[in-house]
Nanobody
Framework: QVRLVESGGGLAQAGDSLRLSCVAS????????VAWFRQTPGKEREFVSS????????WYADSVKGRFIMSRDNSKNTAYLQMNSLKPEDTAVYLC???????????????WGQGTQVTVSS
């Protein structure tokens, strides 16, 4: 069983930066991929970014490409999402997930954190 815990969310103004962390608690943590999704009330979970855990290859949604950077520290079982040039439309609950494939479909991921709220004001 894998437990994922996100942190780093909060209030920001447009143009600010935040860094989210996702720490995995497991006896051994070696997923194929970890991803960040975001969700706003009444909407489906939206893919933000994913990383191939072993190689570090990353993928991004067009809406965040060039602004967000995903990375990981294998030794700490931690994934990060550096969010720069934040916009009000980035406001959402951000969730991390781990799974056995790199995908943009949230159904492809097996384990999820509870999420961390990010609110960006204009």
């Amino acid at each position: 069983q894998v437990r994922l815990v996100e942190s780093g969310g909060g209030l920001a103004q447009a143009g600010d930066s935040l860094r989210l962390s996702c720490v995995a608690s497991a006896r051994t943590f070696s997923p194929y991929a970890v991803a960040w999704f975001r969700q706003t009330p009444g909407k489906e979970r939206e893919f933000v970014s994913s990383i191939k855990w072993s190689a570090g290859d990353t993928w991004y949604a067009d809406s965040v490409k060039g602004r967000f950077i995903m990375s990981r520290d294998n030794s700490k079982n931690t994934a990060y999402l550096q969010m720069n040039s934040l916009k009000p439309e980035d406001t959402a609950v951000y969730l991390c997930a781990s799974g056995t494939m790199v995908a943009r479909n949230p159904r492809s991921y097996d384990f999820w954190g509870q999420g961390t709220q990010v609110t960006v004001s204009s």
